[in-house]
Every structure is written in structure tokens, then in C-alpha cells.
């Protein structure tokens, strides 16, 4: 099981961080993904990490204000959201892939296990 937290209500210029913890015995991941829907839109790729090396790769749009990390002890995984902008609001969600893999695809189909989204809005 796993959820996304952290979201809220974020002003232009600023920052929040979501969190993705990971929970349940037994439980592995090798990639983690992060998603968002705005309203009106196609879920769209926002970045990820590749467990077992910390490889992490962006979309273009948030490239150089996110950035995603991971805390392998507390099976957890960060999105920080810098530099928002009111373009970043949507529904965001963290996704693992449980099936071995070394590479990161930003295709949703990649992605075996879902958290709830949470919400995040930027406002001016």
C-alpha cells in the first residue's frame, strides 16, 4: 500500500514537497513514478527514481524546479515542487513498479501500483 501526501494549497514562486510512503511486509519497488492530471487533462509523467541507484529523469516542464528522492530506510520517496507555477495544479500521484526494471519510462502502463492522488493548487 502505498500514499501520497503532502499536498495542499501552494502559492507562484513557492514550494511543497509530497511524500509517498511505501508500506506492507514483503514489499518491493524499483521504480517510483511520479504522475499529475489537471483538471480537463491527460495524466502526464512528472519524474521519477530508479531504486537501487537513485537515477532520477524529469519531464521537460519541471525540469530544474523538482526534484524527486528517495529514503530507502523509511521505504519513502519525496517530490520537492520549487519555483511553482499555476500550470503545476493537479491531482499528483506517486506510482511503483514492482516487476524488475533497470530504466525509467514515463509511461503510466510502466507503473503496477497506484497511491491515491493528492491535490495540490498554486494560486497567484
Known amino acids: 500500500v502505498q500514499q501520497a501526501s503532502g499536498g495542499g494549497l501552494g502559492q507562484a514562486g513557492g514550494s511543497l514537497r509530497l511524500s509517498c510512503a511505501i508500506s506492507?511486509?514483503?514489499?518491493?519497488?524499483?521504480?517510483m513514478g511520479w504522475f499529475r492530471q489537471a483538471p480537463g487533462k491527460e495524466r502526464e509523467f512528472v519524474g521519477g527514481?530508479?531504486?537501487?541507484?537513485?537515477?532520477?529523469d524529469y519531464a521537460d516542464s519541471v525540469k530544474g524546479r523538482f526534484t524527486i528522492s528517495r529514503d530507502n530506510g523509511k521505504n519513502t520517496v519525496y517530490l520537492q515542487m520549487n519555483s511553482l507555477k499555476l500550470e503545476d495544479t493537479a491531482v499528483y500521484y506517486c506510482?511503483?513498479?514492482?516487476?524488475?526494471?533497470?530504466?525509467?519510462?514515463?509511461?503510466?502502463?510502466?507503473?503496477?501500483?497506484w497511491g491515491q492522488g493528492t491535490l495540490v493548487t498554486v494560486s497567484s
Open positions: 527514481i530508479i531504486r537501487s541507484v537513485g537515477t532520477t
Open positions: 506492507g511486509r514483503g514489499f518491493w519497488w524499483y521504480v
Open positions: 506510482a511503483a513498479r514492482t516487476r524488475y526494471s533497470s530504466s525509467l519510462s514515463d509511461k503510466d502502463f510502466e507503473y503496477d501500483l
